[in-house]
Structure formats: structure tokens, C-alpha cells
């Protein structure tokens, strides 16, 4: 392995450096603190209410998603340890709740299971030679391969909506045995079937016999066959692949997508969401390509397929090193950006229409390209803005973030500032696409410092909200800890791996960089180092690393999430001698520094950051070189002798 030795001394250290080693610092506390007020001895979440109908073992998952993310950024060593205690006590509680067999989802939505599996995921890829999670992740991908009951290799489809270890579970839930006009906050999404004799409006399920009659072709129509949302599926496949590459779990993937991308162009391109029990596009709803499940129609639309086929297609690009599949959601956000118009008053456009406004920090003249997220037999409706976070992934797998045609395209259409780092926090650690867009197309120089502070803020309101909280939820109250998990790693993510976090429902992490501890043999940031990428180019990334604190560290830079991309070779500064100068003067001399180019040829190089320096790397790459795989830091007896 190549190995550097910074010169460049630390002669003022840079505020991004300062507020990322105080965030870290924050965030180690954080975990702490909500471990103790909120979990058991055993791992488990502190409840003592009731589980209703299907639905809530998301919701016990969720609240620790993102811990082993932390550790992979630089968190403490145990957090990683908290994680995995975490992740067998919850699956515990929910064995005992009847909601979970075999350590795995009994069957529900993959909309919900895919909110599940981010925990999972990144304890895998945090620590691959963890034997016991490896052997899980082979367990639960081999759920939806031929021969399981959950998928159908004749009709390539995974056979109903609701799938899991107790096989397909037909219907859609015992909870929409009815569907009542009385069910608080259903009301905005409207009628899940908008073809049910008698049923025209939603006033029409005051009547029982009505709400009976929807609830009944919800169970016969919506709970049978495939549905576009379980593509999130495959990631479970691709996760196992990246152990051992068993090409079982990659065939499977590649016949399941190529399927949907069959089924996509014979709609015109339009991803359609749902496939009966024959195999047919429309089947169960008279010929329709919409109606299925967390489909088009009912509730979310967009806000549902985008993120789901999004994940698949990134999942292709894992796993075969190229970007032939990536029309598969590319088609269909272009599709409905054709129906996009400019409009204003945001909040009263649709059903998602005000959590947009507050996101945005649009009035009712602030004017945004609107999207249709839904169809029915009239065609499109439920119009919001283009969700970033799809469109922003094709970018960054094709290479050029900075100058993408469809990004542009938004950002030209909207009067939001898209430089402003509005100060939210929503629980898919998402929402700050458009400020960094802004940074790595030069705009927006200063968007490390304020972002660091946003995040710095999110976790603050969170230990406040500890502070003043009960130790456990009410009955029912099942999103109480996803409310209060203070640990963040959305701007992390971006500044030190030159990548958005992991798409919320189901997807890998992916990475142009990681960063490991060479001396600790882990991935993370090295106590006192600082990273930040600058840019993010097809064949070029800038990366600066800062060593903040008093003793050398040695630092492990990796090209790609899976050691997949190639540095061709590695430029970096040297200082020219006269620092720190004659102790006799009260100067600080300045740091002239010049510029060096090292040959590379591999995934990794090492920087030996010794005390109180700094180096700026500009990385050539050649990117999807080399097979993805799982990747730890255990360095070899050959490189430690180095």
C-alpha cells in the first residue's frame, strides 16, 4: 500500500475541523444518554404497552439506525458494541410480540421492512468479520429466493405486498379489515380504490356497509401479487453478495429488476406498481398500471416508488459495476417531470403539501416546479416539489453532481435559495441535499461550517427533548424513540465521504471515500483527524485531512463504500522548510507548500498524519474497478511492516 506523510503543519486550524471533532464529541455523549434513559440491561426498547395490527417493528429499529453509521465516521468503538446489543435485544421484544421469527419480520409492507433494515445494514458493513451477523445476512436474504414461497421465479415476482420468515401473509393487515371514513389522518390521501361500486367520495365511508365493502377489496385486490415498493427487497441479496459474492443472491437481484425495467417500458417508461398473481401488469385492477399497494394511487405515490427503485437500481450498480439499469427509475422521474408545472401556495397543493412549505421556508408566493406524485383513472394529481434525494443519487452514480442536467433543471425552477441550510431534522437524516449541491459546484463555500452547525443544533434540541421526556412511551406511542434519537450523520456522511447518507428505505451506504484508523485497524476518523471531501467529479475527488490533536495518527483512505473504485494516483501538498522558524522571533511564519504527484494503482493508500499537521489529496479514480465487496481495516503483517 502507497503510503503519504504529511508536512503541512496545522498553522491556524479550519472551523469545519473544529465544529466536526465537537460534533463527534457531542454525539458519543448523545448515544450515551439516550441508551441510559431509554433501553434495558438486555438491549430492548423500555415499553411495557401493546403492539396493534401488523405494524411497529420498523418503529423499534429505527430509533438506533444510524449508530453504526457514527462508528464508521469516527464514532467511539463502543457505540459499535451498543449497536449490535441493541439490535438483538430489540429483536427479542419483538420475537416475544409475535412480530418477528427467526430474528426476522414475520411479513409486512417493504416500505416498512425497508424503514427496518438500515440498522442491519450498517452493522454489516461496519464490521463484516462479525461471523454471526454475516450468517444472518445469508438467512434473510435466502427468504426471497426461488424455492421460499416469496418469490415466484415463473412470474419473477415476489407473490404479495406483505412477505417475510412466515412466508407471503396475504391481505394488507387486520387493521383495513374496514376502512372508515372516522380513521384520523387518512383523510388527505384520500380513497385507496377509486372503483368500488357505491364508494365515490370519501364521505362515503361513513356508511359500514361502504367502509366494510373498501376494506374487503383493500384485503382481495391490494394484498395479492407484487407491488413496485418490494424492489427494496434486493438489497437484502446485494448485502449477503458483498460477504462471499454468491451468485445466487446476484442472479436473483438481476432477474427481479430486469423484470420491473421489462414491465417499465412496456408503460412508456413509467414504473408501473403493481403485478397480479399471473404475473400480469394490472391484473387485479382492471388493466390499470396503478392501484397496487404503496403504489401510485394510494397513499404516497412518488414519495413511495422513487426512494424503493432508486435503492434497486443502486443495487444493480453494486453489483455489477455498471450503470445499464439505471433507467429503471431515471425513466420515471423524467415521466413525471414532464407533467411538472411552476406554481405557487405549495402548502395547499396536496397531501404532502405543508410538510414541504416548512422544509422549504415557502410562503404562499414562493413558486416551485410541482410534480404529480399519484394517478388514477383521471389521470395524475397530488402535486409537490421533485423530492431531491432520487435525483441527486443518479447524479452522483453517473459522476458529476456539480452539473447535472436534471438537478439544474430544479434549481432553475425554483424560487427557494438552494445555498440556505434550513434548520430541521427529520428522522430519514435527509433534507440537505440542495446547500451541498451548492458546495460542490462552488456556489455555496461556506456550507461546511454551517452545515456542521445545523448538526450540531439538531443533536442539542435532541438531548433537550431527552431531558424533558418520560422514560418510556404511552400505549401505542411506538415512534416515541425515533422522535429523540440525538445521533446525526447526514452532514458527516456528505463531508467525509463525498456522499448523501443511505437512502432511508432499504438502501446501502454508499461511499467515494471512507476513512480508516490504520493504527486501531477500524474504519473512522482517527482520534483528533478531521476529513472533509471538496469535490466530488467522476474521475476526481478532493479530500482534505486535518490532525487536530497531539499524537500521530495513521490514517487508511479508501476509494469507494466496497474498495470498488481504483486511485490511479494521488496529488498532494508538501510544506517547504522555515516553520515554525527561529523561536527568537514572535512572528508565525507563513507555510509555503508545494504541489506532488504519487502513482497509486489500488483502492487504499495510507497517510501518516503525524501531530498538528494537515494534507490536501487530489484523487484520480477510475471508478467500479474492482468488485464491491465488504471491507474491514485489519491491516496485514506485510503493510504493518511497511
Known amino acids: 500500500m502507497i503510503r503519504i506523510s504529511a508536512t503541512v503543519p496545522v498553522r491556524e486550524l479550519p472551523r469545519w475541523a473544529i ?115 454475516r450468517a444472518r445476512a445469508r438467512r434473510f436474504a435466502e427468504l426471497y429466493l426461488p424455492g421460499t414461497g416469496n418469490y415466484d421465479p415463473v412470474t419473477r415476482t415476489i407473490v404479495a405486498p406483505h412477505t417475510g420468515s412466515g412466508g407471503p401473509r396475504w391481505g394488507v393487515g387486520e387493521d383495513w379489515e374496514e376502512y372508515r371514513a372516522d380513521q384520523a389522518g387518512m383523510e388527505i390521501y384520500g380513497l385507496p380504490l377509486l372503483d368500488v361500486p357505491g364508494i365515490r367520495g370519501w364521505d362515503d ?49 438481476l432477474e427481479y429488476v430486469d423484470a420491473w425495467r421489462e414491465r417499465a417500458a412496456a408503460n412508456g417508461g ?72 411552476v406554481v405557487d401556495r405549495i402548502a395547499t397543493r396536496g397531501s404532502l403539501g405543508p410538510g414541504w412549505a416548512e422544509r422549504l421556508g415557502a410562503d404562499e408566493s414562493t413558486r416551485e ?35 447535472d442536467p436534471r438537478l439544474e433543471r430544479l434549481r432553475a425552477a425554483s424560487d427557494s435559495d438552494w445555498e440556505a441550510v434550513r434548520w430541521f431534522h427529520d428522522k430519514e437524516e435527509q433534507g440537505h441535499e440542495a446547500p451541498w449541491i451548492g458546495y460542490l459546484a462552488g456556489r455555496n463555500p461556506d456550507y461546511p461550517e454551517r452545515a456542521l452547525e445545523l448538526a450540531l443544533a439538531q443533536t442539542l434540541r435532541r438531548m433537550s427533548l431527552i431531558a424533558q421526556a418520560p422514560d418510556e412511551p404511552e400505549d401505542g406511542d411506538i415512534h416515541f424513540w425515533q422522535r429523540l434519537n440525538p445521533v446525526v450523520t447526514e452532514v458527516l456522511s456528505q463531508l467525509v465521504t463525498g456522499a448523501p447518507p443511505a437512502i432511508y428505505y432499504g438502501g446501502l451506504a454508499l461511499a467515494r471515500v471512507v476513512i480508516g484508523d490504520g493504527t486501531r485497524e477500524r474504519p ?55 516553520y515554525p522558524g527561529d523561536d527568537r522571533r514572535y512572528d508565525i511564519p507563513p507555510v509555503p507548500t508545494t504541489r506532488h504527484r504519487v502513482a497509486v494503482g489500488a483502492s487504499r493508500i495510507e497517510v501518516l498524519l503525524p501531530a498538528r499537521t494537515r494534507i490536501a489529496l487530489d484523487l484520480e479514480t477510475t471508478r467500479r474497478v474492482h468488485r464491491a465487496s465488504h471491507q474491514d481495516f485489519v491491516r496485514t503483517a506485510q503493510e504493518k511492516n511497511a
Not at 424503493?308 to 439499469?325: H, I, M, Q, Y
Open 19 to 133: 465544529l466536526e471533532r465537537e460534533l463527534l464529541a457531542r454525539l458519543d455523549r448523545a448515544w450515551r444518554e439516550f441508551e441510559r434513559r431509554f433501553c434495558e440491561p438486555d438491549g430492548r426498547l423500555r415499553y411495557r404497552g401493546r403492539m396493534y395490527g401488523r405494524d411497529g417493528v420498523d418503529d423499534f429499529y429505527e430509533p438506533f439506525f444510524n449508530w453504526p453509521v457514527l462508528y464508521r465516521l469516527g464514532g467511539s468503538a463502543d457505540v459499535l458494541d451498543a449497536a449490535k446489543h441493541h439490535w438483538e435485544g430489540v429483536t427479542r421484544q419483538l420475537t416475544e410480540f409475535g412480530f418477528v421469527r427467526e430474528e426476522y419480520e414475520l411479513g409486512y409492507d417493504w416500505f416498512h421492512q425497508g424503514e427496518s433494515l438500515p440498522f442491519f445494514l450498517s452493522i454489516c458493513a461496519a464490521d463484516p468479520s462479525d461471523a454471526v451477523f
Open 205 to 253: 365511508l361513513a356508511d359500514p356497509a361502504a367502509a366494510r365493502a373498501m376494506g374487503q377489496a383493500m384485503q382481495e385486490r391490494m394484498g395479492r401479487g407484487d407491488t413496485a415498493v418490494n424492489l427494496a427487497a434486493t438489497t437484502l441479496a446485494v448485502n449477503a453478495w458483498l460477504y462471499d459474492h454468491d451468485r445466487r443472491f446476484a442472479d436473483w437481484v
Open 270 to 341: 413509467v414504473l408501473p406498481d403493481n403485478v397480479g398473481p399471473g404475473g400480469v401488469v394490472g391484473e387485479l385492477h382492471g388493466g390499470a398500471w396503478y392501484g397496487g399497494h404503496y403504489g401510485w394511487t394510494w397513499p404516497h405515490g412518488l414519495h413511495s416508488i422513487a426512494p424503493t427503485a432508486t435503492v434497486a437500481a443502486l443495487n444493480t450498480v453494486v453489483l455489477t459495476g455498471t450503470l445499464d439499469r439505471i433507467g429503471l427509475v431515471g425513466a420515471t422521474l423524467d415521466a413525471v417531470m414532464a407533467e411538472g408545472v
Open 369 to 403: 416546479l410541482l410534480v404529480p406524485y399519484r394517478h388514477g383513472p383521471e389521470g395524475w394529481f397530488d402535486r409537490h416539489p421533485v423530492p431531491l434525494a432520487p435525483v441527486l443519487w443518479l447524479a452522483w452514480a453517473q459522476g458529476d453532481v456539480a452539473h
Open 524 to 578: 473512522g476518523l482517527p482520534p483528533g483527524v478531521a476529513a472533509l471531501v471538496s469535490a466530488v467529479e467522476e474521475h476526481h475527488v478532493a479530500l482534505e485531512l486535518v490532525n487536530t490533536g497531539d499524537e500521530d495518527q495513521l490514517v487508511v483512505v479508501q476509494a469507494g463504500a466496497f474498495g470498488e473504485d481504483e486511485i490511479v494516483t494521488a496529488g498532494h501538498d508538501t510544506a517547504e522548510p522555515g
